[in-house]
């Protein structure tokens, strides 16, 4: 079954811009090779991201300039647990998403098909000046997947990074290698959602392949300077069993490495699955202690409240590094070098001589 959707673009809306990566195929489509959905559309159709689709002989992107919504958050939300502990991130993201996730928790943005949901409007530079004006150390490209809108993503990237502002890019991975290269030279830092660890549970549950998604995640260990954690929402009775938790944290220690936090965060009941109950809290620590009885030295449960689960200690003496109740942050045992001050041994990840305060508090920012 086709992808692509049928909604005629406006080529006379600011907010449709030319891509790069498609081509025309022997019959006359033209297929995106943004992402390995591969959508093959013809004209007036659009791919399942909704906003990229053909125009002319062309694939444009509809929704440059525009958002959702700006926010600053603490950097723990997204969640960052190793990247520049009690900052703000100015937060924001568009509509669409190139999965069709049936547990999705931002349905409301990710699957919109309106664009009037994005009221939002701000330019690149706009963006990086409210967060140097608000004081936030990174912006993050999140709520829905920012590969989608890869053109503005890239834009603002850069004028934050003549800001001094580094980039976040909360994704699922989910994208062909050549756009994939240069979305992430941008990016400083990343989340990554391993939906699962099963090509049954992908398909059948995002509309996906997992093959893809391993293959991001080990180029940017591998070959980029990007700082990378995973998260894993976990579904009870899809993704959370013992063997299936098993064979994902062993795969992460082998091919990533044991310095790459887990973050096991707990499913709520939405959108297509409101028929499944809340995770249990015994569900996270479980796989929590799966991953570091594997040889992951940071594995966190979140949207639940454990402070042990979501604070960090020295992998080596055991000793309190980070302690996190919520996204509040409390004893903090590192020096200025980022080190245990019981052992001196170096935690992985990027930190400052001091945590920043910005605590557990949300704020609206509206563009100026």
């Not at 723990?76 to 049936?102: D, I, M, Q, R, Y």
């Not at 930190?351 to 100026?368: C, S, Y």
């Amino acid at each position: 079954m086709s992808d692509a959707i049928h909604a005629p673009i406006n080529l006379h809306d600011p907010g449709v811009v030319p891509t790069r990566y498609w081509h025309t195929l022997p019959d006359g489509k033209i297929q995106c090779d943004l992402c390995p959905r591969a959508c093959k559309l013809q004209e007036g159709q659009r791919g399942l991201c909704f906003v990229r689709g053909r125009a002319g002989n062309a694939v444009v992107m509809t929704t440059y300039g525009r958002s959702s919504g700006f926010a600053l958050d603490p950097i723990e939300k997204k969640p960052l647990n190793h990247f520049l502990p009690g900052s703000s991130v100015l937060s924001f993201g568009t509509a669409g998403c190139n999965l069709a996730c049936k547990f999705c928790q931002n349905w409301d943005i990710s699957k919109s098909r309106e664009m009037d949901t994005l009221m939002d409007q701000a330019s690149p530079q706009a963006i990086a000046q409210a967060a140097v004006r608000t004081g936030a150390q990174s912006v993050a490209y999140t709520y829905n997947d920012p590969v989608i809108f890869h053109e503005y993503a890239i834009d603002v990237a850069q004028a934050c990074r003549e800001q001094g502002i580094r980039n976040v890019a909360v994704t699922a991975g989910y994208i062909c290698a050549e756009p994939r290269e240069e979305f992430f030279r941008h990016m400083d830092a990343a989340n990554v959602d391993l939906k699962g660890f099963s090509e049954d549970f992908y398909y059948k549950t995002t509309g996906a392949h997992l093959q893809p998604v391993l293959e991001t995640l080990m180029w940017l260990k591998r070959e980029t300077p990007v700082w990378l954690e995973l998260t894993t929402l976990l579904i009870p009775g899809l993704n959370d069993s013992d063997a299936e938790l098993q064979a994902m944290t062993q795969w992460v220690v082998e091919q990533l490495g044991p310095d790459v936090p887990m973050h096991f965060t707990a499913f709520h009941p939405d959108y297509k699955m409101r028929d499944i109950p809340t995770t249990p809290a015994a569900t996270l620590q479980r796989a929590r202690r799966i991953a570091m009885a594997n040889g992951v030295r940071y594995a966190y449960t979140g949207n639940v409240h454990d402070t042990e689960g979501g604070s960090t200690a020295c992998h080596h003496c055991g000793e309190l590094l980070i302690e996190r109740d919520w996204y509040q942050l409390g004893a903090w045992g590192l020096n200025d070098q980022g080190e245990c001050r019981n052992c001196g041994t170096p935690l992985a990840g990027h930190f400052q001589p001091k945590p920043g305060n910005w605590g557990a508090k949300r704020l609206r920012v509206t563009m100026t």
